[in-house]
C-alpha cells in the first residue's frame, strides 16, 4: 500500500463523531506509520546488499592485470583489422569510380 492509500484507510475509519484534534492525530499515526514500514524496506534492502557484496570472489591483481592486457590487445588487433578493409574497401572503391 502506498503513503495516501493509508492515508485513505485511516480516514475512512475515523469516524464523524470524533473531534477534529482525534482526526488529525489519527492520520499523523497512519503518516508516521507508512514512513516507518518504508524506512524499513530500505534498511532491509542495503543489508541484504551489503549480505551479497560480500558473497562476492574479486579477483587478484595478478588475475585482473592479465584480464586487462588481452583485452587491449584484442581491441588493438581488432581496430588495426577494421582500419585495415576500411583502407582496402575505400581504395577499391575509389578505383571502381576512376574506371566508370
Not at 485511516?10 to 514512513?35: G, Q
Not at 584484442?74 to 572503391?93: E, N, Q, R, S
Amino acid at each position: 500500500m502506498g503513503d495516501s492509500e493509508n492515508k485513505e484507510v485511516v480516514l475512512n475509519e475515523v469516524k464523524a463523531d470524533k473531534p477534529e484534534a482525534e482526526k488529525e492525530a489519527s492520520v499523523k499515526k497512519a503518516d508516521k506509520s507508512a514512513k516507518d514500514k518504508s524506512a524499513k524496506k530500505k534498511s532491509g534492502f542495503f543489508r541484504s546488499l551489503k549480505a551479497e557484496f560480500k558473497k562476492i570472489i574479486w579477483p587478484d591483481k595478478e588475475t585482473t592485470v592479465k584480464e586487462t592486457t588481452a583485452v587491449v590487445v584484442v581491441t588493438v588487433i581488432l581496430g588495426a583489422i577494421i582500419a585495415l578493409l576500411d583502407f582496402v574497401i575505400k581504395t577499391g572503391l575509389d578505383k571502381l569510380i576512376q574506371i566508370g
